[in-house]
T-cell receptor, first 116, second 111 residues
Framework: IAGITQAPTSQILAAGRRMTLRCTQD?????MYWYRQDLGLGLRLIHY???????GKGEVPDGYSVSRANTDDFPLTLASAVPSQTSVYFC???????????????FGPGTRLTVL | GQNIDQPTEMTATEGAIVQINCTYQ??????LFWYQQHAGEAPTFLSY????GLEEKGRFSSFLSRSKGYSYLLLKELQMKDSASYLC????????????FGRGTSLIVHP
């Protein structure tokens, strides 16, 4: 693994189904994030994690949950998918959420999710 | 909260210079990021400004004025491969410090 990966690449899902999007990074970054990107709305933060064992809500958390059992993995779960959750989902990581140098985010390749 | 404004779309000619502006309003400020995103790909980091002034990095430069809540990304010697979306993101002091993204500017470079 080099950098940050996401799976699946794309998925078509029936409404009401449960779905987990996977995200793994090998950079030993403390902070990880989940964004959704919709046309005309830009990137919106769903949930984040400052460090393993902690999570926080972003701008649009409803209908999503996350866990951070270890440093490398940060799965995003849709408990009961709805059509409005159709979007492109990006996972990202950074050294920290706290101001310490540039602290840029590194993004995974994205998961394109369609909920019918 | 934060308001971040960027133009939706810009066009420019190969070889020219283009300036993409970003204005923001925030209750606290802890840095401004620019990211590039090609269609169908992930955003990639371009620059970070936390102090006033110009940061130059090859063909790309980024400027910040904290008192005016204003930044711009300057792209010189435009190439066709520079056609992409450019995302401005502002980190707010206090709270989580996580940057909030603007809606992005789609730049089209034509021959």
């Amino acid at each position: 693994i080099a950098g940050i990966t996401q799976a699946p690449t794309s998925q078509i899902l029936a409404a009401g189904r449960r779905m987990t999007l996977r995200c793994t990074q090998d950079m030993r970054h403390n902070a990880m994030y989940w964004y959704r990107q919709d046309l005309g709305l830009g990137l919106r933060l769903i949930h984040y994690s400052n460090t393993a064992g902690t999570t926080g809500k972003g701008e649009v958390p409803d209908g999503y949950s996350v866990s951070r059992a270890n440093t490398d993995d940060f799965p995003l779960t849709l408990a009961s998918a709805v059509p409005s959750q159709t979007s492109v989902y990006f996972c990202a990581s950074s050294d920290s959420t706290f101001p310490s140098g540039v602290n840029e985010q590194f993004f995974g390749p994205g998961t394109r999710l369609t909920v019918l | 909260g934060q308001n971040i404004d960027q133009p939706t779309e810009m066009t420019a000619t190969e070889g020219a210079i283009v300036q993409i502006n970003c204005t923001y309003q925030t209750s606290g400020f802890n840095g401004l990021f620019w990211y590039q995103q090609h269609a169908g790909e992930a955003p990639t980091f371009l620059s970070y400004n936390v102090l006033d002034g110009l940061e130059e990095k090859g063909r790309f430069s980024s400027f910040l004025s904290r008192s005016k809540g204003y930044s711009y990304l300057l792209l010189k010697e435009l190439q066709m491969k520079d056609s992409a979306s450019y995302l401005c993101a502002v980190a707010r002091s206090g709270g989580s410090y996580i940057p909030t993204f603007g809606r992005g500017t789609s730049l089209i470079v034509h021959p």
